[in-house]
């Protein structure tokens, strides 16, 4: 059975645990608490024991999580065995493990797949099995004309009440990212004393920086959203930021996904290069939607460019470097993070 993230919780209140669950898609916020509520309900049902498998990259053993499935627990008799796919493609190999789990289900484990993707190329018979046997849950994007509805059913869900205008301030703030949103929503309920909030009072509560921060910024560009970028620089800019001070979030970003990249090429162990470059699961969808648009080469030059652009906010030129406008070449750069046709821009 197919659900949404949202319908989810409702379903697994009002039946027992199904033996398996598949929650997939490219808005993380909707993926990590749609799997929250899976491992929340799995606690309330005795099942103390989790195991998680991360199955990215070719050198994953899918025999060790067949050899999971079939070995008793040593520790409780009820286990959460997660298994963590990416791409949402578990391969051959994965797929028939899968599928194999499902047609004989064991009655102390219940088993939780995730993936960071999802479309109708990514499914299978093993997602089938899943299908039949417990429930897919697939975390589309929030469309534009469907955020204030999201917004306004999450208001409500923190006991908060707010008029039609305000919500849709708050859906131009976030501009379409659902974890700002949830984040400013928490927020909200810590500083609106159950009060109702109309525009005005949710535009003194939300904080200008919402839309234009750094943190924001660096999402777009990892994200393939040129325009997006254009104008949180421009907004930037407008308020009087200094490029120099924006430049150490982005050169250590530029580094990470250059660290990933590199691992990527060589056939690596990309989930444990996440895990060594402190990558949060809801954000890994973010850097494997980045690495699909330049070459471990181009990452690298990237990170290069960023130091030019430090140097030239600071003031320290090398021997025959221009003093371009730091705004100008910062543009540039981010650009080609976002789009690949932008790299022309990088030389001129």
Same mark, same amino acid.
Request: hydrophobic fraction near 45%.
């Given at each position: 059975m197919e659900l949404t993230p949202e319908r989810l919780p409702a379903q697994l209140a009002a039946e027992p645990l199904r033996?398996?669950?598949? =929650?997939?898609? #490219?808005e993380p916020l909707r993926v990590l608490e749609a799997a929250d509520a899976v491992r929340a309900r799995a606690k309330e049902a005795g099942y103390a024991e989790r195991e998680v498998f991360d199955a990215d990259g070719r050198d994953f053993d899918w025999n060790s999580l067949d050899a999971t499935f079939r070995a008793p627990s040593l520790f409780?008799?009820?286990? *959460?065995?997660?298994?963590? *796919? #990416?791409?949402? +493609?578990?391969? +051959? &190999?994965?797929?028939?493990? =899968?599928a194999g789990y499902c047609a004989d289900p064991q009655p102390d484990i219940v088993l939780l797949v995730t993936g960071g993707e999802w479309s109708r190329q990514h499914g299978g018979k093993w997602s089938d099995a899943i299908g039949k046997l417990g429930h897919v849950v697939v !975390?589309?994007?929030?469309? #534009?004309h469907e955020l204030p509805g999201?917004? &306004?059913a999450r208001l409500r869900s923190r006991g908060l009440r707010a008029d039609r205008d305000a919500v849709q301030r708050l859906a131009e703030r976030v501009e379409g990212n659902l974890l700002a949103a949830a984040q400013e929503i928490d927020k909200l309920a810590l500083l609106a004393d159950g009060q109702p909030l109309d525009a005005a009072r949710m535009e003194a509560l939300v904080a200008d920086a919402a839309r234009y921060d750094v943190f924001r910024?660096?999402?777009?560009? *990892?994200?393939?959203? #040129?325009?997006?970028v254009s104008r949180m620089l421009a907004g930037l800019?407008?308020?009087?930021? !200094?490029?120099?001070?924006?430049?150490?979030m982005i050169v250590m970003e530029l580094q990470r996904v250059a660290a990933l990249a590199r691992v990527q090429e060589r056939g690596g162990n990309l989930a444990a290069e996440f895990k060594a470059q402190r990558v949060w699961d809801s954000k890994q969808a973010v850097y494997r939607r980045a690495l699909q648009r330049h070459p471990?080469?181009?990452w690298q030059r990237l990170v290069a460019e960023a130091g030019r652009v430090d140097r030239i906010a600071k003031g320290r030129?090398?021997?025959?470097?221009?003093?371009?406008?730091?705004w100008q070449v910062l543009e540039r750069l981010l650009l080609t993070v976002a789009e690949p046709k932008a790299a022309a821009l990088l030389a001129s």
């Amino acid at each position: 059975m197919e659900l949404t993230p949202e319908r989810l919780p409702a379903q697994l209140a009002a039946e027992p645990l199904r033996p398996a669950y598949l =929650i997939a898609g #490219p808005e993380p916020l909707r993926v990590l608490e749609a799997a929250d509520a899976v491992r929340a309900r799995a606690k309330e049902a005795g099942y103390a024991e989790r195991e998680v498998f991360d199955a990215d990259g070719r050198d994953f053993d899918w025999n060790s999580l067949d050899a999971t499935f079939r070995a008793p627990s040593l520790f409780a008799s009820q286990r *959460l065995i997660e298994v963590r *796919l #990416p791409t949402a +493609k578990p391969g +051959k &190999e994965g797929a028939q493990v =899968i599928a194999g789990y499902c047609a004989d289900p064991q009655p102390d484990i219940v088993l939780l797949v995730t993936g960071g993707e999802w479309s109708r190329q990514h499914g299978g018979k093993w997602s089938d099995a899943i299908g039949k046997l417990g429930h897919v849950v697939v !975390a589309n994007p929030v469309r #534009p004309h469907e955020l204030p509805g999201w917004i &306004e059913a999450r208001l409500r869900s923190r006991g908060l009440r707010a008029d039609r205008d305000a919500v849709q301030r708050l859906a131009e703030r976030v501009e379409g990212n659902l974890l700002a949103a949830a984040q400013e929503i928490d927020k909200l309920a810590l500083l609106a004393d159950g009060q109702p909030l109309d525009a005005a009072r949710m535009e003194a509560l939300v904080a200008d920086a919402a839309r234009y921060d750094v943190f924001r910024l660096v999402d777009a560009a *990892l994200n393939g959203q #040129p325009a997006q970028v254009s104008r949180m620089l421009a907004g930037l800019r407008a308020e009087g930021q !200094a490029v120099f001070a924006l430049m150490g979030m982005i050169v250590m970003e530029l580094q990470r996904v250059a660290a990933l990249a590199r691992v990527q090429e060589r056939g690596g162990n990309l989930a444990a290069e996440f895990k060594a470059q402190r990558v949060w699961d809801s954000k890994q969808a973010v850097y494997r939607r980045a690495l699909q648009r330049h070459p471990a080469s181009r990452w690298q030059r990237l990170v290069a460019e960023a130091g030019r652009v430090d140097r030239i906010a600071k003031g320290r030129f090398r021997i025959g470097e221009e003093s371009d406008d730091a705004w100008q070449v910062l543009e540039r750069l981010l650009l080609t993070v976002a789009e690949p046709k932008a790299a022309a821009l990088l030389a001129s």
